[in-house]
């Protein structure tokens, strides 16, 4: 099954910004709706972000605006550029196929991002 591996967190201040990449162990971009998640301490993983194989995108409500996602289908990669960060956007961020998040599987190690303050 495909392998997805996330990197690009740290401790960033309010305000700051940060780029998290999601590597694909093959080429799945071009077939499957990709999707970021977050989970933050003591809460259920939400959605945040999805590019589908057509390059069409969509947000939760609280990153509109300020998470834009991309990919690069020839790096087999996703990529969240996150900006303006806030306090309520700590948490560990995951990235993986919609079908698979639906399902609550394949999910790799995450990429923990943290305020500073």
């Known amino acids: 099954q495909v392998q997805f591996v996330e990197s690009g967190g740290g401790l960033v201040q309010p305000g700051g910004s940060l780029r998290l990449s999601c590597a694909a162990s093959?080429?799945?971009?071009?077939?499957?709706?990709i999707g970021w998640y977050r989970q933050a301490p003591g809460k259920q993983r939400d959605w945040v972000a999805t590019?589908?194989?057509?390059?069409?995108?969509g947000y939760a409500d609280s990153v509109k605006g300020r998470f834009p996602i991309s990919r690069d289908n020839a790096k087999n990669t996703v990529y969240l550029q996150m900006h303006n960060l806030q306090p309520g956007d700590t948490a560990v961020y995951y990235c993986?196929?919609?079908?698979?998040?639906?399902?609550?599987?394949?999910w790799g190690q995450g990429a923990q991002v943290t305020d500073s303050t």
């Open positions: 093959e080429s799945v971009f071009s077939i499957y709706a």
């Open positions: 590019i589908t194989n057509g390059g069409s995108t």
């Open positions: 993986n196929t919609n079908l698979a998040a639906s399902l609550n599987r394949n």
